[in-house]
């Protein structure tokens, strides 16, 4: 009786672990929650604004121990919401009060803090039984010699099972995930896919030296400056890209005259970019890129205003350098400058009201500001680059930059160290480990890239055997494109 009663104790606990909510379930049920309390909808109340932005770090925390099955001791959080009911009030004040370690309850009460309905999280709460507490360590005997060891919380370990032993389809499923994570540790990775990387490499250097004769005589022929493959697809794509202009050259050569003098990029859009290139978006028909390259003139007007609305958004801002955004791709020149126009008449209109704030210095030319779409994020980039929407209210910006003079100060020296070690590691690696390229994606960082570099160099004994003569492109995920070209995660594990 008492081995059958462990059993059960077993299988409940580990029914409880297999399903317990996923962040993109919290979230999905905390949305009319979030919704309410998001600080940008009090930029009005920085008060409020600050209290809620404290809560709902606090309240992150409380859900990641929740998730994790630990014991959470009470915790009260404050949160200011809109008062819909009271002109006179813009917000009014509710407290939660969470405890335990029931994650469907406490989503459940935080939406009834704030009134709102519990229908859509029922699913999650049937799904859920409630957490096994108290759990400990334990031996159960099994008939013949047959041991399970349940290790505590969320460890398993079961040896000798058979296949007619109710956890077997368990134990079966623990070993495939402990191989795949196994399979994407970077030397055992490389040394399943070197050959594949190589061959592939080999196969397409007749494409390869294709697009370049390609290229040469486009340019020639069109009296192009350049042109440049920036979309992520493989070498073949680009050929393909090649050869659909070199046609619309031939069919059309009264209009190939625009071309002269110009940069022209593959890219993911059509239009002019913020640095004067021409852009030909790679997945589009000719005859769009055709009309594009008839209206290129026109296009260029929008290129000649931007200088004056980067100027007047900086002479407001005490000359503060309008920039662009470091490691992300290109911008369409017309929909820069719709956001420059917008945001410059939200700060003028409020520094005709207000002065400038006391701690700002007589000139901010130290300091950069990017201005990108009204969905865009606000944030101090990793390179100390204020990052605004173009729909931020003109009060909202200015307490934004008020606030993180000392974050950004501290990134943009940080940045400054990070570009000359990255440059270093990078040389590093070439030589040391003998690559034929080194390459990153647009996200990818010099502070992530350095320790990628680094960790490179201290382990090239073990890696130079099976990455000696690749082409690396340090990305978020591995694999092995059409050309050859290997992408490896910055965060690889070896």
């Given at each position: 009786?008492?081995?059958?009663?462990?059993?059960?104790?077993?299988?409940?606990?580990?029914?409880?672990?297999?399903?317990?909510?996923?962040?993109?379930?919290?979230?999905?049920?905390?949305?009319?929650?979030?919704?309410?309390?998001?600080?940008?909808?009090?930029?009005?109340?920085?008060?409020?604004?600050?209290?809620?932005?404290?809560?709902?770090?606090?309240?992150?925390?409380?859900?990641?121990?929740?998730?994790?099955?630990?014991?959470?001791?009470?915790?009260?959080?404050?949160?200011?919401?809109?008062?819909?009911?009271?002109?006179?009030?813009?917000?009014?004040?509710?407290?939660?009060?969470?405890?335990?370690?029931?994650?469907?309850?406490?989503?459940?009460?935080?939406?009834?803090?704030?009134?709102?309905?519990?229908?859509?999280?029922?699913?999650?709460?049937?799904?859920?039984?409630?957490?096994?507490?108290?759990?400990?360590?334990?031996?159960?005997?099994?008939?013949?010699?047959?041991?399970?060891?349940?290790?505590?919380?969320?460890?398993?370990?079961?040896?000798?099972?058979?296949?007619?032993?109710?956890?077997?389809?368990?134990?079966?499923?623990?070993?495939?995930?402990?191989?795949?994570?196994?399979?994407?540790?970077?030397?055992?990775?490389?040394e399943l896919h070197f050959e594949d990387a190589l061959a592939k490499a080999t196969s397409g250097s007749a494409?390869?030296?294709?697009?370049?004769?390609?290229?040469?005589?486009?340019?020639?022929?069109?009296?192009?400056?350049?042109?440049?493959?920036?979309?992520?697809?493989?070498?073949?794509?680009?050929?393909?890209?090649?050869?659909?202009?070199?046609?619309?050259?031939?069919?059309?050569?009264?209009?190939?005259?625009?071309?002269?003098?110009?940069?022209?990029?593959?890219?993911?859009?059509?239009?002019?970019?913020?640095?004067?290139?021409?852009?030909?978006?790679?997945?589009?028909?000719?005859?769009?890129?055709?009309?594009?390259?008839?209206?290129?003139?026109?296009?260029?007007?929008?290129?000649?205003?931007?200088?004056?609305?980067?100027?007047?958004?900086?002479?407001?801002?005490?000359?503060?350098?309008?920039?662009?955004?470091?490691?992300?791709?290109?911008?369409?020149?017309?929909?820069?400058?719709?956001?420059?126009?917008?945001?410059?008449?939200?700060?003028?209109?409020?520094?005709?009201?207000?002065?400038?704030?006391?701690?700002?210095?007589?000139?901010?030319?130290?300091?950069?500001?990017?201005?990108?779409?009204?969905?865009?994020?606000?944030?101090?980039?990793?390179?100390?680059?204020?990052?605004?929407?173009?729909?931020?209210?003109?009060?909202?910006?200015?307490?934004?930059?008020?606030?993180?003079?000392?974050?950004?100060?501290?990134?943009?020296?940080?940045?400054?160290?990070?570009?000359?070690?990255?440059?270093?590691?990078?040389?590093?690696?070439?030589?040391?480990?003998?690559?034929?390229?080194l390459l990153k994606d647009d996200n990818i960082t010099p502070e992530l890239m350095i320790q990628f570099c680094?960790?490179?160099?201290?382990?090239?004994?073990?890696?130079?055997?099976?990455?000696?003569?690749?082409?690396?492109?340090?990305?978020?995920?591995?694999?092995?494109?059409?050309?050859?070209?290997?992408?490896?995660?910055?965060?690889?594990?070896?």
């Amino acid at each position: 009786m008492l081995r059958k009663r462990n059993l059960f104790v077993v299988k409940q606990h580990l029914a409880v672990l297999i399903r317990s909510l996923t962040s993109t379930e919290v979230s999905s049920a905390l949305r009319p929650f979030y919704f309410s309390v998001h600080p940008d909808l009090f930029g009005q109340h920085p008060k409020e604004r600050a209290i809620n932005e404290t809560s709902l770090q606090q309240l992150s925390s409380v859900l990641q121990s929740l998730q994790t099955a630990k014991y959470l001791p009470p915790v009260t959080l404050p949160f200011y919401i809109k008062n819909r009911n009271n002109q006179h009030e813009a917000a009014r004040l509710i407290k939660i009060y969470l405890k335990g370690r029931d994650l469907a309850s406490a989503i459940v009460n935080i939406l009834k803090a704030c009134d709102l309905p519990t229908n859509h999280v029922q699913q999650y709460i049937k799904a859920e039984p409630q957490r096994a507490t108290g759990f400990q360590t334990e031996n159960i005997r099994q008939d013949g010699d047959e041991w399970i060891r349940v290790k505590y919380q969320n460890e398993y370990d079961f040896t000798k099972l058979n296949k007619n032993h109710p956890l077997y389809a368990t134990f079966v499923m623990q070993q495939k995930m402990k191989e795949a994570r196994g399979a994407l540790r970077l030397k055992q990775w490389l040394e399943l896919h070197f050959e594949d990387a190589l061959a592939k490499a080999t196969s397409g250097s007749a494409s390869k030296e294709e697009i370049q004769r390609l290229k040469v005589e486009m340019i020639e022929k069109s009296k192009l400056k350049d042109i440049r493959w920036e979309c992520g697809w493989n070498s073949q794509h680009f050929r393909g890209c090649l050869l659909s202009l070199k046609s619309l050259m031939e069919q059309h050569p009264q209009h190939m005259r625009q071309l002269e003098d110009q940069i022209l990029v593959f890219s993911y859009f059509t239009g002019i970019s913020l640095d004067g290139h021409l852009m030909l978006f790679s997945g589009e028909v000719r005859h769009n890129w055709l009309d594009f390259i008839k209206n290129i003139r026109k296009h260029k007007l929008a290129l000649a205003r931007v200088p004056f609305y980067e100027k007047s958004l900086s002479h407001v801002l005490r000359n503060i350098k309008v920039s662009r955004r470091k490691f992300m791709p290109d911008m369409k020149v017309s929909e820069y400058e719709i956001n420059l126009k917008q945001l410059t008449t939200a700060v003028s209109d409020y520094f005709g009201r207000n002065s400038h704030p006391k701690n700002w210095p007589n000139s901010m030319d130290h300091y950069e500001i990017v201005v990108e779409s009204e969905a865009g994020p606000m944030m101090v980039s990793p390179t100390g680059q204020f990052i605004v929407p173009s729909s931020i209210p003109g009060p909202l910006l200015i307490n934004f930059i008020s606030t993180n003079f000392d974050d950004a100060n501290e990134r943009i020296d940080h940045y400054k160290k990070d570009k000359v070690m990255e440059k270093s590691l990078h040389r590093r690696c070439m030589e040391e480990l003998h690559l034929a390229a080194l390459l990153k994606d647009d996200n990818i960082t010099p502070e992530l890239m350095i320790q990628f570099c680094q960790k490179l160099v201290d382990h090239k004994t073990d890696l130079e055997s099976v990455i000696k003569g690749m082409h690396v492109n340090v990305s978020t995920y591995y694999s092995v494109l059409s050309d050859g070209v290997v992408c490896i995660p910055w965060n690889f594990d070896l």
